[in-house]
């Protein structure tokens, strides 16, 4: 087994912080706390081509489209790594058992969202149902990484088998729910002309940095494969070209990750031995990682405030989806799928484990947030849904009431 980064505990202490001095912050002086995240810095004109109206560049703008790309794009980094890089987490048929138990979560929070709406409507009856059918339904599928892994250290112990299937889950629930951002986000044709700006800044970049270098290459060359500034300019112009398509600044770096030149193989998820590779992708990351707590703990004041007197049939909806649909779904579906495709657990693994590794992907908060913000009308709605989303963290708490599970030496 191989040790995961202690950057991870971090970023789930820096969500938790931010989150809960939000909360306190919106129900003891809301108008203040409003007043600081919508705080117009200024407004920035745009061409009427890109939009009607100027940007106004608020701190939850800057948080949510801007300095959150970095985050994005380290679990980017990670899973591009897993797929693709010799022994990775889930590369050919390792890959198999973490997508169907994503795969099956999601479709599990996903059916009991779409059910929760029509119980909503038939109860409000014609035109009472804000939010009817499976109407943002993007905000189930993400679960949060470094909240999952804190939870499930403490679960399981640190070392078990069980933990980094959990991370894997976990990884792979957070890139089907930006993905789904993405698909489902609202945009205009002729902006999407605009993805061709990331698409030439990988290509250039992979031609000239990131390929392999040939047998017969330079020192010289060598040299400029291992400069980091050709990345970070290809990354500011991916993220230009992302924004400037309409599509979440969030996921501006996403595109050139696979551009970036790499290690050979890969050390596990978030693996704290990456810290020595002196890979441009590794050392890249290593970097960020140092401003991704502080990132965190912004995002987490600026958008997880909650409003506890929000409480609407949303919450419920959105908390049945995450606490009902998501365990049930990884464990109907996903271990169905396994059973049926005789895929092997973790040596060391029990039913048991699996149940608390369902039971732990019931918490959702990172991606999920970013989702409220494109999936859900704002307002009540939006305020009732963050709500859903803070009380599915309970779900940890209750878990470490269980018999914590032996763990595995880690070598």
Known sequence: MYRVSAFVPRFATALLAGATLATLWVNLAPASYYDVIEFRLADLPVPHWLGPMPVSLTPMLILTEGLMALFIGCIGKELWEALI??????????????????????LGGGLVWGLGGVVVAAIAGPGGAEL???????????????????????????????????????????????????????????????????????????????????????????????????????????????????????????????????????????????????????????????????????????????????FAPETLRLLASLWLGRPLGVVLFGLGLATVLALRWPAGTTFGDMLTLAAILGMGFTVPLLAIGTALPGGAVAEAARL?????????????????????PVR
């Open 85 to 106: 890089l010799d022994r990775g987490a889930l590369r050919g048929r390792q890959a198999v058992l973490p997508l169907a138990l994503a795969l099956g979560g999601a």
């Open 132 to 310: 009817p059918g499976l109407a943002g339904w993007t905000v189930t599928l993400g679960a949060d990484v470094a909240l999952c892994y804190l939870v499930g250290r403490l679960a399981f112990g640190s070392g078990h088998p069980a933990l980094y299937l959990l991370l894997a889950v976990a990884v792979v629930s957070d890139a089907i729910g930006l993905l789904a951002i993405v698909l489902t986000h609202p945009f205009a044709w002729p902006r999407l002309l605009f993805l061709a700006l990331p698409a030439l800044a990988a290509l250039v970049v992979w031609r000239g940095h990131g390929r392999p270098p040939g047998p017969g290459a330079t020192e010289r060359q060598r040299r400029a494969r291992r400069s980091l500034w050709p990345y970070l300019c290809a990354g500011l112009m991916s993220w230009l070209g992302v924004v400037a398509a309409g599509l979440p600044g969030a996921m501006g770096l996403l595109p050139v990750i696979p551009a970036i030149a790499h290690a050979d193989r890969s050390f596990g998820l978030f693996a704290e031995v990456e810290a020595v590779l002196q890979d441009p992708l590794n050392r890249l990351t290593q970097a960020l990682l140092w401003t991704l707590p502080p990132i965190l703990f912004l995002f987490a004041l600026l958008q997880g405030g909650v409003d506890l007197s929000a």
């Open 388 to 408: 859903g989303l803070a009380l599915s963290l309970l779900a940890g708490p209750m878990l470490l009431l269980l018999p914590r599970r032996r763990a595995t």
